[in-house]
């Protein structure tokens, strides 16, 4: 997202960021928070309309390197709000107390760290980084900035899987788990397609922008469209899907890095100029005698997608997605089944009620990092083909 020169001068005459700790939150009427969001896409606009429902926030800024993404944007803030092609100049300003971080997967960590180092809290969707090496340097900002980070993996902030971890796996009832099966078969996100007319970028869009640190490339319609298909972009279905399920292992049985990492699959379907796999089986080995597996395809396009997260133990099996919980006691049939229905996450409410608190949130960024690492082992494990072990410099 770029400014004019005149602005970017402005801007780095004034020193740009603000070192954190510098800015202090506005106290607005009954304790407003004032929002930014950089990325008015989709999933952007999705999240803008999260935090609508949360009451008593106040839209200050919009941030987008399209023209018309902003504008769209608008409808979803409050009278007044001010709209930038580049989120620098969002965080220049000293009305804002948080900002969303919904842009593709490859600015997601400079965005945030940026953010936190003005001074601001922050959501960053997930996957919180695009690379295996961004996160501690990341998570450090973090820390040193004290600033409430709060990641969009929403099933942490999600009842009905609070609820299936306390009865199943606080209480032991589970008993040893040593596997986890995930999948999430046909998820249409992976099959877009660019709109007609867009053979020539449209005039308001900063394509540049949208590539941040990465190598310049000339306009792709594709890549646009269709960004969760390049391993540059957006990491693919293990960025994309995985990173939730692996989220939700981690946080039920209190793990956090791989040992070691190995995945299989390739482009079988769409030759279309997608890099990354359309068909993937991944492995992942932790420590504490367990694995974890996930398959995706996006061939199968045979009624919803399909989800699932499917925990094998001793004491019985647990499948549980968004749609809700199934618990299998060991020995028992299927009338002995103990079953959860799906609920709304709240995973926006939090972090705007940690932003008022100073609480941790439900998602931090530490617990973003060893999430998205499962996603970069097994990406880094498909490239190469090979076992990807952890690294030392990973750590946190």
């Given at each position: 997202m770029q400014m004019d020169n005149g602005s970017r001068r402005a801007f780095l005459a004034s020193s740009a960021l603000m070192t954190a700790g510098s800015y202090q939150r506005v106290q607005g009427a009954n304790d407003r928070v004032r929002l930014g969001i950089a990325g008015c896409g989709g999933r952007g606009t999705h999240l803008m309309a999260e935090a609508?429902?949360?009451?008593?926030?106040?839209?200050?800024?919009?941030?987008?390197?399209?023209?018309?993404?902003?504008?769209?944007?608008?409808?979803?803030?409050?009278?007044?709000?001010?709209?930038?092609?580049?989120?620098?100049?969002?965080?220049?300003?000293?009305?804002?107390?948080?900002?969303?971080?919904?842009?593709?997967?490859?600015?997601?960590?400079?965005?945030?760290?940026?953010?936190?180092?003005?001074?601001?809290?922050?959501?960053?969707?997930?996957?919180?980084?695009?690379?295996?090496?961004?996160?501690?340097?990341?998570?450090?900002?973090?820390?040193?900035?004290?600033?409430?980070?709060?990641?969009?993996?929403?099933?942490?902030?999600?009842?009905?899987?609070?609820?299936?971890?306390?009865?199943?796996?606080?209480?032991?009832?589970?008993?040893?788990?040593?596997?986890?099966?995930?999948?999430?078969?046909?998820?249409?996100?992976?099959?877009?397609?660019?709109?007609?007319?867009?053979?020539?970028?449209?005039?308001?869009?900063?394509?540049?922008?949208?590539?941040?640190?990465?190598?310049?490339?000339?306009?792709?319609?594709?890549?646009?469209?269709?960004?969760?298909?390049?391993?540059?972009?957006?990491?693919?279905?293990?960025?994309?899907?995985?990173?939730?399920?692996?989220?939700?292992?981690?946080?039920?049985?209190?793990?956090?890095?791989?040992?070691?990492?190995?995945?299989?699959?390739?482009?079988?379907?769409f030759q279309d100029g997608r890099d990354t796999p359309d068909n993937i089986n991944l492995i992942a080995e932790y420590p504490e005698k367990m694995t974890v597996t996930f398959e995706a395809t996006v061939t199968d396009r045979v009624g919803p997608e399909s989800a699932d997260i499917v925990f094998f133990g001793s004491g019985g099996r647990l499948h549980i997605f968004r749609s809700g919980y199934r618990f299998l006691p060991a020995g028992g049939t299927l009338q002995d089944a103990i079953v959860g229905a799906g609920t709304r996450d709240k995973h926006m409410q939090n972090w705007i009620d940690c932003i008022r608190t100073r609480q941790a949130p439900n998602a931090t960024a530490d617990q973003g990092h060893y999430g998205a690492m499962a996603c970069h082992m097994g990406n880094l494990a498909w490239q190469q083909g090979r076992i990807v072990t952890w690294r030392e410099e990973w750590n946190i």
């Open positions: 609508n429902k949360c009451g008593n926030i106040q839209w200050v800024a919009v941030a987008d390197a399209w023209d018309l993404r902003r504008e769209e944007a608008v409808g979803k803030t409050s009278p007044g709000v001010e709209k930038y092609a580049d989120y620098r100049a969002l965080l220049e300003r000293k009305d804002i107390d948080g900002v969303i971080v919904a842009t593709w997967d490859n600015t997601h960590a400079r965005i945030a760290t940026d953010a936190v180092r003005a001074g601001r809290d922050v959501y960053v969707e997930k996957p919180m980084t695009s690379r295996a090496e961004q996160g501690p340097p990341l998570v450090r900002a973090v820390r040193d900035s004290r600033r409430v980070v709060q990641t969009g993996v929403q099933q942490r902030s999600t009842p009905h899987f609070a609820e299936a971890k306390e009865r199943f796996f606080s209480s032991g009832k589970i008993g040893r788990v040593h596997m986890v099966r995930t999948v999430w078969n046909n998820n249409g996100g992976y099959r877009f397609a660019p709109p007609p007319g867009m053979e020539k970028k449209p005039a308001g869009l900063d394509w540049e922008a949208c590539l941040g640190a990465l190598p310049k490339i000339p306009w792709d319609a594709k890549r646009y469209f269709n960004r969760f298909s390049y391993m540059d972009l957006c990491c693919g279905q293990t960025g994309g899907l995985f990173v939730h399920m692996v989220d939700v292992v981690q946080w039920f049985l209190g793990i956090t890095k791989p040992s070691k990492v190995t995945s299989l699959g390739g482009i079988y379907e």
